[in-house]
């Protein structure tokens, strides 16, 4: 112990006095040692005078004296601690002989003082009080109901008896609120004197519902002010308890899960909110007309003898002008007198125009048998269908007439109006069963040879017949998706269950074999019946349709399987290859070295195999999570707080932001805003300050002094949460010394009880100083490092909430550097989903200039290396790993680009930062890396990880000392899953999503100024990517209002950039509109065996929008258009490369996760509502997808354009909310819509 003391001391001198002789520091650290040794002595003489330990469980009661009174507990007899849980205790004083109630839950516990009953003197009321000396009483669990009566911060107040519930210490599933019912587990004394046996509630181990229900409903009320609602009259609800994106409105029909809670009037409280995603069906409809509600049909009807023409219709190219006359012809009897006309008023440009008479204000007498002409002329301005209207006013009647435009995209593209644009339904061609289960082949030669000997091998899982079976019975009965849900939910009861610690491994082993069994059957779609082989070198090649697509998506070690209709060869055989090399539209095959020689130009059957190594690693991680992370760790109920890991002192000075909510006032133009999140080489200074000389001897020894300087740098500036423990989130100036980070709280039987007289050399040797790296964190990118380096909850992961533009990979790469340089110790593994994240980490870690040669290594694989996903600058810091067990097979050596391969376990292990894919990282579980080997396990976008993949990395986490950090944004997009039955059943639900959905991660403004608990969980706020109005948005709809733009309306360089395209955006008071909604009546189109759409409407208004934005000086650079189907992402293209115009971005929403752009254009596609089902299908489009929308939505900085059907868009509750915005704020331009 005394030699662990000793280099920790050591290493402390180290870091505040680098220039120290090793021998003073040895001579201070002996006289360090000395003290402790004493009052080790002191502490053993006072045990030995105790009484005998407490060894049977129950209650005692006993009389003390109280020894030492701190901020947060009371030390009695030497030996026992009480929280200061309220005021009661405010005058007791170090000396006072006490009475007071201990229990004992075990043996091995600690024991715990439930209460002071009393102080045995005249300063407090002992008439009434029976003082029990070492009378000993038993326990039991019990059950109470109760209703919550108050909240105060983190600790719920509930009847009877007023009994304090503290949130941070119990097991929940839930926030509870004032009114609740709840029923409390509780361990409670009993006692013969209570006439049902329950004395003192000694602990509250849960807390539940008292009851709850599911049901569907409908919203009767809701108030946007102080948003509160009310479904089936009878069940009030939140809107932050609503499902993400979703606003509500009266009628809309929502699945509600509430619980028993008195709120007036009604006896329900939702907890959460779930809209009713509904696909229109055969009783809706479909818009063929654009006339308002409001027109009396009666107004479209001759009348009076009056006859108007009624077939007024307009077919023109975009930009062409057309004119229609239309007769007023008198059929009756006597003249009627023809008063004006006029166009109906609508909030869009109109496109049509009355060019005679040309005064209407004069009157007309059409006499019998007359005629009178009115000639109007179309300038088609927008691309697609809409109407517009026309009133002719007579003297005592009116008659309406709709006329209906259709602008076509002919003048800008003859490729659109082709025969070959139709509607085609999807087919299905499903595969024989027992050949895609069991082919048997003549195997081929793989990229690599797997070696002989590995470490630890990977366990087999082999997709279970019956789960084929139940998938293929699903498919040939052609069931709808929510019928195969309910089919497979019921011939797999497990998946009905919820997630827990006893169906985390069935369930998740049976979303992987559906997910496999999906990328299977998709691969199978790109088989080909016709194929000839090519010849290039020792190579096969095939030229595969779509490659450059990537779809299929096929990589190196993927597998193609060979056969011949007619077969020259042995035995009709079934021949394997790998792909070794993939270009842009052929892939280079080796097969048996026989089949080589063999073939010789054949026409040949193709059919594709995906590769399982990454699923198969997926599989295995579920199974060592279960060993290695506990349920503690995979489904915490409640946080155990631990010791600060270190104790912070700082530099700089630093003021708190006054608001921590969101404010919507101007703050700094984009020039100086955006550097928040630049990269972490924006530093001044890189050397690490030193403090003043002081002598170790006299700061350890002076412990009262110690004390009270450590007390007087500390902020009295606390955050508002449970008072057990207070953290300190500002720091002030103290007589221009240094400012510290303190934690003071009420140690438990969680930490490691450490004797008093040692505390202080403790919190010595745990003090660091912390040095910014990056200048310009800001508030609470800074407080996300200092909680995790805190480490209050560990090892419970700690979340970085970073909405879009907020700077949270920013924030990641100085959480690593300051891990790096406080903790000597550790080992950090960074872990994303993605390679391009991956290479953005360790790009931005680079350009720090912190890291030297060889801190860091980026683990790629071996198929990395003959493409460009790696950027060329980082391939010097590239390595490959080689399975094969150390010693048995040694390849090492460097690639002409630097990357180094085949590296062994004894080069990977020895980097202090390594990076990789979460899939990638799998391999070091293989080369035998153990449980424990890195001390810190980061993943950064850990959103988009299903929760097999993301346990890859955590494995290796020791979870008694290691700490894991997650960051991402779980209101983005989530993994990238292919089975939508996989999908609906949870693998499309992130660890971090699912984390931050239960308690203790839940949001709770009443209990945390933060809103979440500072020691789990950081949201940062300040977004430096868009404008204001842009960003209320995504704000409103998102994130609970709460995100603070830092880009200037009026100042930045995006307000200029708008301002200076005023001409081309919808007229607008005050600046011009940032975000535009386009109304586009237009077709959409598929093509056969493909869900995927298209809109040739869309894509020239893309076309059209392009024009303008390059005539003001914009670069392809700085815009992106977006769009959710891959077969509109190629209509745009090919439309703009036909019309030589250049490209900019075009891709899915998942080509722009983490992106931004100046402009962005969304193209939503998708025009007949009664096809929305299929978009539900596959989990296509924006429907029912509001993750999908929210990143669409976000990648602006200056404008955001988006072009869709209003009329179809309108049924979808989220597209809803931005049709209501875009009107309200002067936004929508296009077709006519009138919004209900």
Known sequence: ????????????????YPKKTAKDTDEEINEVISRIELANETNTDRTEKKEEALNEEGCYYKTGSITEIFTDYILIDDSYTYEKID???????????IHYLLYLRNPNAKPKVRKIICVIDDSWNNENINVKNDVHTYMTSRNIVAK?????????IVEPNNIRVDLSKVRSEFIPLIGDWLMLDCLVELSNESEDWMGEILEINEIKPLRSQLNCGVISKYNPENKVGVINKDIIFYKRLCGMGYIPHVGDKVVTESIESDQGQYKWRSLTVTPLIQAPNKFIKPTTSN???????????????IVIDDELKFNLGIGEEGTLEVSIRNNASYAHLLQNGSFVPQKTPSQLSLVSPINTRISTVVNPSESVTYTFKCKALFVGTSEEQFIFNFKDFKITRVFHININTKNISQKFNSASIQQKKEKINLPDLNELIETTCIPGVRPSKPPAFIKIRNGIFKIPRYIWNMVFDIMQNKLSQTEREIVIGDQIPCLQRDLSFETYKNRFHILLYLEEIALILCLQTYDMKSAILRRCGDYLTLEVPGLAEKRPSLMIGDKVIV???????KENSKYEG????VKSTEIFLKFNQKFHYEYSGEDCQVSFKISSASLQRCHNAVNLALNRLGPDFLFPTQVVQKEPQFYLEEYENEEKPIDMRVRHNESISSNSSSSSITSVSDTSNNTVKRSPRISVAERLTNIKSVESSFKKTTSCTRTKMNPNFEMNLTKCANDGKTNNATISRTPNESITQINDELKPYIIQIKKRKLNWFNKKLNYYQKEAVRNIILGLARPLPYVIFGPPGTGKTVTICETILQILTIIP???????TPSNSSANLITERLLDSNILKPGDLVRLIAYHCLNSNIIPEELLPYCATAKLAEEGTDNQFYHHKNGVKLNCTMSVLGRHRITIGTCNMLGILHNMGFPRGHFSHILVDEAGQATEPEIMIPLNFIHSNHGQVILAGDPMQLGPVVQSQLASFFGLGVSFLSRLLQQFPYQRDPEGFETLYDPRLVTKLVMNYRSLPEILHLSNTLFYESELQPQLSSKNSEEAKLLEMMRAELPKKEGSPPAIIFHGVNGENYQDSESPSWYNPEEAAQVYLYLLKLYKYGLEPDDIGIITPYYKQVMQIRDLLLELHLKLPKISTVEGFQGQERKVIIISAVRSCNTLVDDDVKHSLGFIASPNRLNVAITRARALLIILGNPKLLVLDPYWRSILTYCTDCGGYTGCNFLLS
């Open 825 to 831: 110790e550790s080992r950090l593994l960074v872990a």
């Open 578 to 581: 790998f792909i070794h090399k």
């Open 87 to 97: 005021d009661s205790t405010n005058n007791l004083k170090v000396g006072d002989k």
């Open 148 to 156: 919550v009566t108050k909240r105060e911060g983190r600790i719920a």
């Open 563 to 569: 056969s011949f209709q007619w077969n020259n060869f």
């Open 291 to 305: 006339i308002p509600s409001v027109l009396d049909t009666e107004l479209l009807k001759n009348k009076y003898g």
């Open 1 to 16: 112990m005394l030699s662990l003391m000793y280099n920790g001391i050591q290493y402390a001198m180290s870091y505040v």
